[in-house]
């Protein structure tokens, strides 16, 4: 019977050690299809959100795809010490989405900073920093604001949080 016992909590300890060591996902896992290599349509009309914002949008949709098939991601200051960004369908020159937050461009208690690795041949978008507004987990459980590395899934609407790693 302990033997029984002890050879469960072996395996069992061995199955939660795995799953703390999986290695993070990768861009290769989230491939995006075939790349759009047409030109890049013009901005679609949309509300103002300030004009360097804007300016920054209209920058960004005369760039070539850099993420997920056929969008153009792109970042700058917001605002607060904030960065935020938005996807842009270079095929229809829509705004698509905003980051899943805005994050603080510096981290004073850990001297970190923002930053942010996509692919034009992956739908995997990892952001690092702080995020300024609360966030939940992959389970929708709140977690605290402090540094930590983000793994999205964008599916060419929304952004899915999919692994998340604390500092």
């Given at each position: 019977?302990?033997?029984?016992?002890?050879s469960?909590?072996?395996?069992?300890?061995?199955?939660?050690?795995?799953?703390?060591?999986?290695?993070?996902?990768?861009?290769?896992?989230?491939?995006?299809?075939?790349?759009?290599?047409?030109?890049?349509?013009?901005?679609?009309?949309i509300?103002?959100?300030?004009?360097?914002?804007?300016?920054?949008?209209?920058?960004?949709?005369?760039?070539?795809?850099?993420?997920?098939?056929?969008?153009?991601?792109?970042?700058?200051?917001?605002g607060?010490?904030?960065?935020?960004?938005?996807?842009?369908?270079?095929?229809?020159?829509?705004?698509v989405?905003?980051?899943?937050?805005?994050?603080?461009?510096?981290?004073?208690?850990?001297?970190?900073?923002?930053?942010?690795?996509?692919?034009?041949?992956?739908?995997?978008?990892?952001?690092?920093?702080?995020?300024?507004?609360?966030?939940?987990?992959?389970?929708?459980?709140?977690?605290?604001?402090?540094?930590?590395?983000?793994?999205?899934?964008?599916?060419?609407?929304?952004f899915?949080?999919?692994?998340?790693?604390?500092?």
């Amino acid at each position: 019977m302990l033997g029984k016992f002890l050879s469960k909590t072996l395996l069992l300890l061995c199955f939660i050690s795995a799953l703390a060591f999986a290695a993070p996902p990768s861009f290769s896992e989230y491939d995006a299809g075939t790349l759009y290599k047409g030109a890049s349509h013009p901005l679609a009309k949309i509300d103002t959100a300030g004009q360097r914002w804007d300016e920054l949008r209209n920058n960004a949709a005369k760039k070539a795809v850099n993420f997920a098939g056929h969008y153009i991601l792109f970042t700058g200051e917001c605002g607060g010490g904030s960065i935020c960004g938005e996807v842009i369908d270079a095929k229809t020159g829509e705004v698509v989405r905003s980051l899943p937050n805005a994050y603080k461009a510096d981290d004073e208690e850990t001297e970190e900073s923002f930053d942010i690795d996509f692919r034009a041949n992956s739908r995997l978008v990892v952001i690092m920093g702080v995020a300024q507004n609360r966030e939940v987990d992959a389970n929708n459980n709140k977690v605290s604001r402090k540094y930590r590395t983000r793994y999205y899934e964008f599916d060419g609407k929304e952004f899915h949080l999919v692994a998340s790693e604390d500092r």
